[in-house]
Every structure is written in structure tokens, then in C-alpha cells.
């Protein structure tokens, strides 16, 4: 099948496939399998009704390697040291120490359109990873094509890589083999929406003998070189917080054993400063500065799939104002799609707050279509695919169904959905 085939099928099957594919029985069997706890399904997952999407995603594996060949290229930028200087020169002082960890789970953020995979941002703590696997275990075939893409896909053992991940993050700064005791770290944990995740990754380090938490941050303590929790020493963070470089006081003890090499913390600062700071963007989406700073045009090439991204300063926000119907304005210290604005709905008053300073423009780039059926009738969501990766790799691919500016897991029919690759 040519490439352009490929596209075509995909195109055609996200518009037209509108078949229920997960499947429940088997996802309750599948959450059986992972954690020790016959309520989890009622109290977690249905309890949440826009988590998990009826239907799969479907994407040709043309678009697939072009999305990969985008993150290559980023890994490729994200070594240099030229590059590095220049992102943590407006980085907080938390960034600049490096122990070696290089961000577990990152999270590459794609719209397809008709020009290709288009990146909008990376995430160093990227959630739904854990609770993808369980969905993409418990999906079933609406046709005989599906059924031998459907059987490797399901092979695909997500457990081993993800106790991969963390053990390689464990090493890359302790010279023991694994940790003693990790803590999955958030505020409020049992308050956030993917705490069912904090569950599914607590009871896959404790199959493999490793004690694991689930924790506030605000509850740790650090005393004489040790990180505790409830009295417990912690010395690997699974770090889930948003305050990437923990300058929030209620982060002080988790902040002040990083900086003394006194706990494991992934993703951690640095990491966030290096991949995932929204103002990097500017950078590798330019391809003036790509060029003076000597990459070569394969990797300048690639990095074009990054929709021009600029910071907004006083000297271009008239320029910016004219132009805002083609742009989507993000800020620096944002996350989950809060304060992000497209263009064409702003009004003065918000205009007011992105002028103030702190935000880029990005090049509107539209999102990806899929329909479904809802309530008997086809209807339209957009979609987004998210790369879970470790050091460049993919170990997951996911798709986020959605209605409005950005995902909500609010939308009627939408969620995380399995991405079956053709």
C-alpha cells in the first residue's frame, strides 16, 4: 500500500468506521489483572464516563514515522550544548543542575493536517500512559482487517517497558539496581482526575518488589539529608506535579532534596527546561536560528513540523493582534490547556492579560477529525495523538477525543482512545 494510500484508508476509516470497539467485559478482566481491587472499575474508571473513548483512532504508519522522526529531531537539538545554554538561560535555578534522569514518560503532543503531523507541545509529565495499555488490552475487532493489527497491538508488553523506564532513571543517577521505596507525587493526588493512574503505576512497581506511595507533596519532609513521608523514607519521586520546577512553598521539601542529590525525582526540572518549556518552541520552530546554529537539513527539515512559534513582547503585539485569527496564544507557565487562547475568540479583556507578557503565538494548526456514534447519531470530535516516549522511543501511542479549544475529558463520546496504526 502506497503512502498515499495509507492516508486515504486512515482519513476514510476515521470518518466512517463508527464502531464501538472497546470492549468492557474485557477491559474490567484487564483492570482485574493489574491491580488487586474488585471496586476499581466502578469507583475509577466508570466513575469517569469522558476518560475512555468507545472507538480507536486510526493512523498510517507514514504519519506515524514522520511524528517520530519530529521527536528524533528534538532529542537530536535537546543534546547540544549550544542549545541547552540558551534554554536554561530562562530557566529557573531548579533546572540547572543535571543528575542525569532524562524525563520519564514524556509526552509529544501531534494535529494532523493535511500538510502532515503537526507538533504542539511536549509535556514531561505526561499522564494516561498506564491507563492507555489497560485500554488498548480490551479492544475488539468490528472487521476481519482489524483483527491481526488488533492481536499485535495487544501483544505489546507496556508493563516491562514502563518498569524499564523507571529503573533506567534509577541508575542514571544511583549505581544500585532499583530503588527501595518510590512515591507518586501530586497535590492532592486522590483529587485529580488520572488518580486511577497513580493505582495502576503504585501496584506495577509492587508486583516487581518495589514499595511504592502515592502521596501529597505538601507532606513530605526533608530532615537531615532524607526525604520522608509519613515517617517513611522516599528515595525515587514520580513526579506528577505541575509545578515544574518546584517553586511553590508547598514543594519546598521535594525542591530542596532535589537540589541535594538527596532523592531520584523524574520528570524533574531540568528535564521539563530542556523538552518542554513552551518557549523552547521558539526556537526550534525557527528556522533561521536552526540554521546559524549549524543542524543539518535533515533535521532542520524534520523540526518544519513544528508550527512557527513566537514569544509575544511589546514590540509585536499590534502585529500579533492583526494576525491572531492564525494563531493560538499559550502561556509560559501553563498546563493542561488552562489560559490557552485561539486567536479568533479572544476578547479585549483577555487580549489585556496576554499583552501583560508570559505567552507565545503558535501557528494555528487544525486538529485531526474522527466521528463517532453518539446516542444513535454520528457525530464529529476532534482528536490529537499523544507519543508516550523514554529517551526518544516510543513506548505508547495514544489519542485524546475531544470537543472545544483543548482536551477536557469532558466531551460526550470522547477520552483517551487507542491509536491502531496501519
Known amino acids: 500500500m502506497t503512502e498515499t494510500e495509507q492516508l486515504a484508508l486512515s482519513d476514510r476509516l476515521n470518518q466512517h468506521c463508527l464502531c464501538t470497539t472497546l470492549d468492557r467485559k474485557r477491559l474490567e478482566d484487564a483492570v482485574g489483572r493489574a491491580v488487586d481491587d474488585p471496586e476499581f472499575n466502578v469507583e475509577h474508571l466508570e466513575s469517569r464516563p469522558n476518560l475512555l473513548s468507545n472507538v480507536l483512532v486510526f493512523l498510517s504508519s507514514d504519519e506515524l514515522a514522520n511524528m517520530q522522526g519530529i521527536v528524533d529531531a528534538i532529542e537530536a537539538v535537546a543534546r547540544l550544548p549550544f542549545y541547552q545554554r ?5 530557566a529557573p535555578e531548579s533546572a540547572q543542575s543535571d543528575f542525569g534522569p532524562v524525563g520519564a514518560f514524556m509526552g509529544y503532543d501531534f494535529h494532523l493536517d493535511s500538510s502532515g503531523p503537526k507538533l504542539i507541545e511536549v509535556n514531561t509529565n505526561a499522564g494516561g500512559a498506564f491507563i492507555n495499555a489497560l485500554l488498548a488490552s480490551a479492544q475488539k475487532a468490528c472487521c476481519s482487517e482489524m483483527e491481526r493489527g488488533l492481536i499485535a497491538m495487544q501483544a505489546e508488553d507496556f508493563d516491562t517497558q514502563a518498569l524499564n523506564v523507571f529503573t533506567a532513571e534509577w541508575r542514571l543517577q544511583r549505581d544500585t539496581d532499583q530503588p527501595r521505596r518510590v512515591a507518586i507525587i501530586d497535590d ?3 483529587e485529580q482526575y488520572l488518580y486511577p493512574e497513580f493505582i495502576l503505576v503504585q501496584q506495577l512497581l509492587r508486583n516487581h518488589d518495589i514499595d511504592a506511595v502515592i502521596g501529597d507533596a505538601s507532606a513530605l519532609k526533608y530532615k537531615a539529608g532524607k526525604l520522608t513521608l509519613d515517617g517513611e523514607e522516599i528515595d525515587f519521586v514520580y513526579n506528577r506535579l505541575t509545578d515544574f520546577s518546584l517553586v511553590e512553598s508547598q514543594h519546598a521539601a521535594l525542591a530542596a532534596a532535589y537540589k541535594d542529590d538527596a532523592v531520584v525525582v523524574t520528570p524533574n526540572p531540568r528535564n521539563h527546561a530542556i523538552y518542554a518549556a513552551k518557549r523552547n518552541l521558539t526556537l526550534l520552530s525557527d528556522q533561521t536560528w536552526l540554521k546559524s546554529a549549524g543542524l543539518p537539513d535533515g533535521v532542520r527539515t524534520k523540526l518544519a513540523g513544528i508550527p512557527k512559534t513566537t514569544l509575544v513582547t511589546p514590540e509585536n503585539v499590534e502585529a500579533m493582534w492583526a494576525e491572531r485569527k492564525n494563531l493560538f496564544f499559550k ?3 501553563g498546563h493542561g490547556g488552562k489560559a490557552v487562547y485561539r486567536g479568533d475568540k479572544l ?9 501583560a507578557g508570559g505567552y507565545v503565538a503558535q501557528a494555528f494548526a487544525a486538529p ?3 466521528m463517532i456514534k453518539l446516542d444513535g447519531a454520528p457525530v464529529q470530535r476532534k482528536m490529537d495523538i499523544r507519543l508516550y516516549t523514554y529517551s526518544g522511543q516510543i513506548l505508547l501511542t495514544a489519542a485524546r477525543l475531544y470537543q472545544g479549544q483543548t482536551t477536557n475529558f469532558r466531551t460526550p463520546g470522547g477520552g483517551f482512545a487507542p491509536v491502531f496504526v496501519i
Open 331 to 333: 502561556p509560559l507557565s
Open 188 to 190: 492532592q493526588p486522590e
Open 368 to 370: 485531526g477529525q474522527r
Open 347 to 355: 476578547t479585549r479583556r483577555v487580549w489585556a492579560d496576554i499583552v
Open 86 to 90: 540558551t534554554v536554561l538561560a530562562w
